[in-house]
Every structure is written in C-alpha cells, then in structure tokens.
C-alpha cells in the first residue's frame, strides 16, 4: 500500500510532464526500495528507504510490432519480498 500511495503521489506531482494520451509515450514509473540499516551481511535491513524516480519517456514500440503474450496467471511482481523488507 505504501508503494502505490508513494507512486500516487509522484504522478500528482508530476502530472504536467505526463504525455498526451494517444501520443505513444508514457510517464515512466521506478519505485525503489533499499536497506539503510548500518551494516553488511545477509539479513533483512530494519531500515529502509522508497524513493520513486519519474520521467517521461517516448514509444518504445510502433504498434504493429508490439503485439505479445503475457500469461496472465504468472505475478511478475516483488510485492511479497518487499512487504517482508518492512
């Protein structure tokens, strides 16, 4: 919950660099999560910083070529580890 509210609020923040729907171009979201504690070693920092970096960004793909298959019932996200960072 704490991701998406931070990235919520960049985009508000931010919505004057958001491209024009229909414009190919997006506004490109990077959440970043990292430990703070002091240290190094192998275990779960108890203290971390989000940072959500934003930028706009052009088409990637012209649209004939950007036709691909996602299953849909594979997570791709890391919400679970992060949840267990915090």
């Known amino acids: 919950e704490m991701i998406v509210d931070a990235c919520v609020e960049v985009v508000k923040r931010n ?12 506004l490109y979201l ?13 275990k779960p920092a108890k203290d971390a910083l989000l940072i959500v970096y934003c930028s706009p960004v052009g088409a990637y793909f012209n649209r004939e ?12 996200t890391a919400l679970l580890h992060v949840e267990r960072a915090m």
Do not use: D, H, K, Q
Request: net charge positive; glycine share 14%.
């Open 65 to 76: 070529s950007s036709r691909f298959w996602s299953p849909s019932t594979v997570n791709r």
């Open 15 to 26: 919505e004057r660099f958001i491209p024009p729907y229909g414009t190919g171009a997006s």
């Open 30 to 42: 990077r959440p970043v999560m990292f430990g703070t504690t002091v240290g190094l070693g192998v």
